[in-house]
C-alpha cells in the first residue's frame, strides 16, 4: 500500500521536526512493515505551468509526432514571445489543457537535463512533462494534464505538484484490514507517537427521508449493510481536481474519471470500497442475494464469468448486474456520458469475498480489503463523502434520501484483568496505560471489579477491530503500541540433560551424509493435486491416493496433502531443470500425511482452559499419522565428464546406493530384492527392506512416467520410510584386523530371472565370517553361457581377526562360499 506522507499527515497534529524518518520509526514501532520509502526528486531550473495554444499534428513520420505552441507566460522572459514550440509525442491533451512544462536549463528526475535542440523539422524549446518524467507516478501512456482554470500560465509548477512530498510503502499484517487506508493508518501514528487524531470516518451525516433506490438484501449472512446515495446532473466531462489527482498518482492509482476518481479516493481516505453504477442503466429493485447455477455475468474487465453458487451478487430486474465486493458488471458501468450515478457502499462477508475472488482470480483494491473486514458503520459516512464531492466537482445533485438497508451489530466486549498485560511482558507498566491504550485504538473501556477484589477491564472493541475476541488480543495491542522493546528478553535457562532425541540425530546425520554425496536439499511444499497420482501411474486402490484435503488451500489446485515426497521432489527437479540445470541430484526429508481409517471428528476445545485427557485423545486420534521419509531424485550425469573422462549417467544403482548411504548411517543393513512398484520401471525397482520390513523402494522412474511428468529421460528416485527404520543409539565399534586380506574372484553362471543380490546373499552365508565383503563388478548375458543364463563376477575378500590366511584355507572358504551358492540359487562356476 502506497501512501503519501503529505496525505497520511493530515489527520495528525504534528509536532515540529517529526519527519518522514521518524514517521517510519513510529510505524515500525507498531508492528507495520515499511517496504520503502521513496522521496519524490527536486527538479532544477525553470518548471513552469503551460497552457497549449495551438496543436499541429506532424504526419510525415510513422509515429504521432505534434508541434506544439505553448504559453510560458511573461514572468520566463519578459521581452520574449510568451509562448515556446515543444515537440511531443503523446495525444492525450488538446489546446486549452494546463500542461507542466521543463524549459530549457531543468533538470528533471534521474538528472534529465532539457535544452533547446531541432528536432522532427522543428526546434523544440523545453518538454511537456508526464507524471513519471517528473518522479510522481508511474504513468507514462501520457502526459500530465492539469484541470482547466486550475493555474496560470508562467506559475511555477513545484508547489502545487507537491514534489517536497515522499511516498511510504507500507504492509500491514492481514489481520489488520483497517489499516489499509489513511485514516486507518493516521490512527496507528496517533497512537505510536501519543499524538492527536481526527477520525475523518466520524464525519456527521446528514439526516434524510426515504430511500434513494429501492433494495432488498436476501442474504443477510452475505450481506449485513447496504447503503446507497444517488447523484444526477453530474457533468460527465468534469475534470477530477488536481489535488485528488495527484493524490492517487502518488497511491499508485491511475487517473480516470471524476465518477471513478472519486470512488477510489474515498477507499483509500476510509477503507471502504465503493462501487457506482449509472442509474439510467439500473433497471427496478436492486437485489443482493446469491448467484443461481450457471448464471453469468460479463464484468468490468469485459470478461464474461460464469458464476459459483456460492458468489454474492447485486441484481436488478435483467439478471446480475455485479459480483458484489470484487468487480461490477459492465452493463451499468460508468461511461463517458453518465449523469446519473448511484453510489453504492456496503459490509460483505469476508470469507464469501475472499473465496470469490480467488475463485475468478479478481483481487482487486475491493476485494483486498473486504476479505480482511471493513468497517461497517463508516458505510454511510462514505457514501456521502462521495457524493459531497461529486457534487462539489461535478457540479450533481444529491437526491434525497438514502438507502440504509440492515446495521451495524456493537462486537461483544472482552473481560481481563487489568493486571495482564504486565503478568505476560513481566514489566511493571505506569497506572492507567492499559486503559489509555485501549482507548486509543477506538476500544470503550470501563473498569469493574471482580469477586476477589482484583481490577478488571471490560473493553468494547470499535467496529473496525473485529479481530479483538480474547484478552490475549488486548494484551497484544497494550504491548505493541508500549513497545516490544520495553520487553526485556531472557531465555530460560535449559534444563540438565536435555537435547536431541535420537530421532533427530538420526535425521541430522542423513542430512550431512546426502549433502557430503552430492544431494542438494530442497524443501517443497506438502500440498499435491489429484492429478498427480494418474501421472505417477499409481493404480487406482494404491493406498498413496488416499489423501486428507485442505479446507482453505493456498492454490484451489493442489488441496491435497501428499502422501509421499516424490511429487514435491519431482516439481524442484522440473524447476531446476527449466532454469538450464541439467545434472541434478535433490533430496528432502520431511513428513508425509496418511489418514487413519475411522478417525473421529477433530473437537474444538476452548481455549480458556486445558483440554481434558479425553479431548486430547481425540486430537491425536483424529489427526493423521506423520511418519518421517527421507527421498532423493536424480538426473544428468552422477559423475560429471572432463579431461578425465566422459563422465557417467545417473542410474537406477545410484539411487540404490543412496539408500545404502542412508541404511549405513543409521546403523542397519538394508537387503535389496527385484520389485514391480509404481511410478518405478518394474524391470529397474528395488524393494528396500531392513530384516523382511520393507522401508522403502528406489530406481528409475517409468517411462510413462517421465513423459507424463515431462521429466528428464532416465530420471532415478529413492524413498524410504525413516520412522520405519529402527533406531540404533548403541553402535559397536568396528573390529578391525591388523592382518592382511586374502583377494579372490570368483564367476558364476545363474539362471537370468535370479536377482544378484539372492547370489551375493548366498555366498555370504557360505564364506562365514572370515568372508568380509562381496561385491559384484560384471554382468554378462551370451551365447558362451547358454539362453537364458547370466554370469556374475563377484570380489571376494576374506581376512581372519587373529592370524594370517594361508593360500589353501582361502580357497577353501571360497569353495565353501561357491557350494553355498550352487546349492541356493543353482549357481556354477563359470568355465
Not at 493423521?624 to 565428464?641: C, D, F, I, N, T
Not at 548375458?781 to 554370469?791: A, H, L, P, R
Amino acid at each position: 500500500m502506497k501512501v503519501p506522507y503529505s496525505w497520511l499527515t493530515e489527520h495528525l497534529a504534528l509536532e515540529e521536526g517529526l519527519g518522514v524518518d521518524e514517521l517510519v520509526d513510529a510505524l515500525i514501532r507498531v508492528g507495520i512493515e515499511v517496504e520503502d520509502v521513496h522521496r519524490l526528486e527536486p527538479v532544477h531550473g525553470p518548471l513552469v505551468i503551460g497552457r497549449v495554444e495551438q496543436i499541429i499534428e506532424l504526419t510525415e513520420f510513422k509515429k504521432p509526432i505534434r508541434y506544439c505552441r505553448v504559453d510560458v507566460g511573461d514572468t520566463v522572459a519578459p521581452d520574449e514571445d510568451a509562448t515556446r514550440g515543444i515537440i511531443c509525442g503523446a495525444t492525450n491533451f488538446s489546446e486549452g489543457d494546463l500542461v507542466v512544462v521543463a524549459l530549457p536549463g531543468a533538470v528533471l528526475p534521474g538528472n534529465f537535463a532539457i535544452s533547446a535542440r531541432k528536432t522532427y523539422g522543428h526546434l523544440s524549446e523545453g518538454m511537456i512533462c508526464s507524471a513519471r518524467e517528473l518522479g510522481i507516478g508511474d504513468d507514462h501512456t501520457g502526459i500530465l494534464v492539469l484541470p482547466r482554470n486550475s493555474a496560470t500560465p508562467g506559475e511555477d509548477a513545484r508547489e502545487g505538484l507537491g514534489l517536497d512530498d515522499a511516498v511510504l510503502d507500507l504492509t500491514p499484517t492481514p489481520d489488520r484490514g483497517y489499516a489499509l487506508s489513511i485514516r486507518g493508518m493516521a490512527r496507528e501514528l496517533a497512537c505510536a507517537l501519543d499524538l492527536p487524531f481526527a477520525d475523518p470516518g466520524l464525519r456527521e451525516v446528514p439526516e434524510t427521508e426515504g430511500d434513494a433506490w429501492p433494495v432488498r438484501i436476501e442474504d443477510p449472512a452475505g450481506c449485513k449493510r447496504f447503503v446507497v446515495r444517488r447523484v444526477s446532473g453530474l457533468d460527465p466531462k468534469a475534470p477530477t481536481p488536481w489535488w485528488m489527482q495527484r493524490r492517487l498518482m502518488l497511491s499508485g492509482i491511475r487517473s480516470i474519471s471524476l465518477a471513478v476518481d472519486v470512488t477510489n479516493y474515498v477507499m483509500l481516505e476510509l477503507g471502504q470500497p465503493l462501487h457506482a453504477f449509472d442509474a439510467d442503466s439500473v433497471k427496478g429493485e436492486l437485489v443482493v442475494r446469491r448467484a443461481k447455477e450457471g448464471e453469468k455475468l460479463t464484468t468490468l474487465d469485459d470478461v464474461e464469468r460464469t458464476l459459483d453458487p456460492e458468489d454474492i451478487v447485486i441484481c436488478d430486474e435483467t439478471g446480475v448486474i455485479s459480483l458484489a465486493g470484487t468487480m461490477g458488471g459492465a452493463t451499468t458501468e460508468i461511461t463517458a456520458e453518465s449523469t446519473d450515478v448511484l453510489l453504492e457502499g456496503a459490509f460483505w462477508d469476508p470469507a464469501s469475498i475472499s473465496r470469490t475472488s480467488r475463485r475468478h482470480h479478481l483481487f482487486s483494491e475491493a476485494a483486498k480489503r473486504f476479505e480482511r473486514h471493513t468497517d461497517p458503520a463508516v458505510a454511510p459516512v462514505a457514501v456521502e463523502l462521495a457524493a459531497t464531492l461529486l457534487r462539489d466537482y461535478g457540479g450533481g445533485t444529491i437526491e434525497p434520501g438514502r438507502t440504509d438497508e440492515g446495521g451495524v451489530e456493537p462486537l461483544p466486549p472482552v473481560t481481563m484483568p487489568i493486571s495482564l498485560p504486565d503478568q505476560v511482558a513481566g514489566v511493571s507498566y505506569e497506572r492507567g496505560v492499559t486503559a489509555r491504550r485501549l482507548t486509543q485504538i477506538g476500544c470503550k473501556v470501563s473498569i469493574d471489579t471482580a469477586p476477589d477484589g482484583t481490577g478488571l477491564v471490560v473493553a468494547e472493541p470499535p467496529t473496525w477491530r473485529p479481530d479483538l475476541k480474547q484478552p490475549a488480543d488486548l494484551v497484544e495491542e497494550v504491548l505493541r503500541l508500549e513497545g516490544y522493546d520495553t520487553i526485556p528478553s531472557t531465555l530460560p535457562a535449559a534444563p540438565a540433560g536435555s537435547g536431541l532425541t535420537a530421532e533427530q540425530r538420526r535425521k541430522r546425520s542423513v542430512a550431512r551424509a546426502l549433502a557430503e554425496a552430492g544431494y542438494v536439499e530442497v524443501v517443497p511444499a506438502p500440498f499435491v493435486s489429484a492429478e498427480v497420482w494418474d501421472k505417477m501411474g499409481l493404480p487406482s486402490d494404491d493406498v498413496r491416493r488416499q489423501t486428507v484435503s485442505v479446507l482453505n488451500a493456498l492454490d484451489a489446485e493442489s488441496s491435497e496433502l501428499t502422501t509421499t515426497l516424490l511429487p514435491g521432489l519431482l516439481d524442484a527437479l522440473l524447476r531446476n531443470e527449466s532454469r538450464g540445470l541439467r545434472d541434478i541430484a535433490l533430496f528432502h526429508i520431511g513428513q508425509v500425511f496418511l489418514p487413519q481409517k475411522g478417525a473421529p471428528q477433530v473437537p474444538d476445545p476452548t481455549v480458556a482452559e486445558r483440554p481434558s485427557d479425553e479431548e486430547i485423545a481425540t486430537l491425536e486420534a483424529a489427526v493423521p499419522k506423520q511418519p518421517v521419509h527421507v527421498a532423493v531424485v536424480l538426473s544428468g550425469h552422477r559423475e560429471r565428464a572432463g579431461w578425465w573422462g566422459p563422465g557417467r549417467q545417473a542410474s537406477w544403482a545410484d539411487a540404490i546406493e543412496t539408500a545404502r548411504v542412508v541404511a549405513d548411517i543409521s546403523g542397519v543393513e538394508l537387503t535389496v530384492e527385484a520389485a514391480d512398484h509404481a511410478p518405478w520401471h518394474p524391470g529397474r525397482c528395488a524393494r528396500l527392506l531392513v530384516g523382511d520390513w520393507p522401508v522403502g523402494y528406489a530406481g528409475e522412474l517409468h517411462p510413462k512416467v517421465v513423459e507424463a511428468m515431462g521429466l528428464p529421460k532416465r530420471t532415478a528416485a529413492m524413498e524410504l520410510d525413516l520412522d520405519a527404520i529402527p533406531v540404533v543409539e548403541k553402535r559397536p565399534a568396528p573390529a578391525m584386523s591388523p592382518y592382511p586380506p586374502v583377494l579372490m574372484d570368483v564367476a558364476l553362471v545363474v539362471d537370468a530371472a535370479v536377482p544378484a543380490a539372492s547370489v551375493a546373499k548366498a555366498l555370504r552365508s557360505g564364506g562365514g565370517d572370515r568372508l568380509e565383503d562381496v561385491s559384484l563388478f560384471d554382468v554378462y548375458t551370451g551365447e558362451q553361457i547358454g539362453e537364458g543364463k547370466q554370469s556374475l563376477a563377484f570380489k571376494l575378500r576374506f581376512r581372519d581377526p587373529e592370524r594370517t590366511l594361508s593360500s589353501e584355507e582361502a580357497v577353501e572358504l571360497r569353495d565353501a562360499a561357491v557350494a553355498a551358492a550352487a546349492e541356493q540359487v543353482g549357481a556354477s562356476l563359470r568355465a
